[in-house]
């Protein structure tokens, strides 16, 4: 197991910031793939951002120039910078790490957080 610890979700205005953080125990990223995923009320959870084992980043086309993702080797870290929210922006986000050489779909990847609310009013 590879626990996973989220923070950084809270209620904000459209167009604010945040900046979401997970932490690793026990383990370095530097052998993983990582990602952020999401899951808004009544919907599938979505791939939003990932950090490939190779150190690639990509992200949901809805997301790229507003999202920012990296990631801290040294402390096992990653990090979601979230700037021109919108409401639609809403979810639970969730981070996850895995063996998987990158990906885009949930079941790639082996290991989860538990979560972290962002609710962004209009």
């Known amino acids: 197991q590879v626990p996973l610890v989220e923070s950084g979700g809270g209620l904000v205005q459209a167009g604010e910031s945040l900046r979401l953080s997970c932490a690793a125990s026990?383990?370095?990223?530097?052998?993983?793939?990582t990602a952020w995923f999401r899951q808004a009320p009544g919907k599938e959870r979505e791939f939003v951002a990932a950090?490939?084992?190779?150190?690639?980043?990509f992200y949901k086309d809805s997301v790229r120039g507003r999202f920012t993702m990296s990631r801290d080797n040294d402390k096992s870290t990653v990090y979601l910078q979230l700037n021109s929210l919108k409401p639609e922006d809403t979810a639970v986000y969730y981070c996850?790490?895995?063996?998987?050489?990158?990906?885009?779909?949930?079941?790639?990847?082996?290991?989860w957080g538990q979560g972290t609310q962002v609710t962004v009013s209009s």
């Open positions: 996850a790490a895995g063996t998987v050489m990158n990906g885009r779909t949930a079941n790639e990847y082996d290991y």
């Open positions: 950090i490939s084992r190779t150190g690639i980043t």
């Open positions: 026990g383990v370095t990223f530097r052998f993983f793939a």
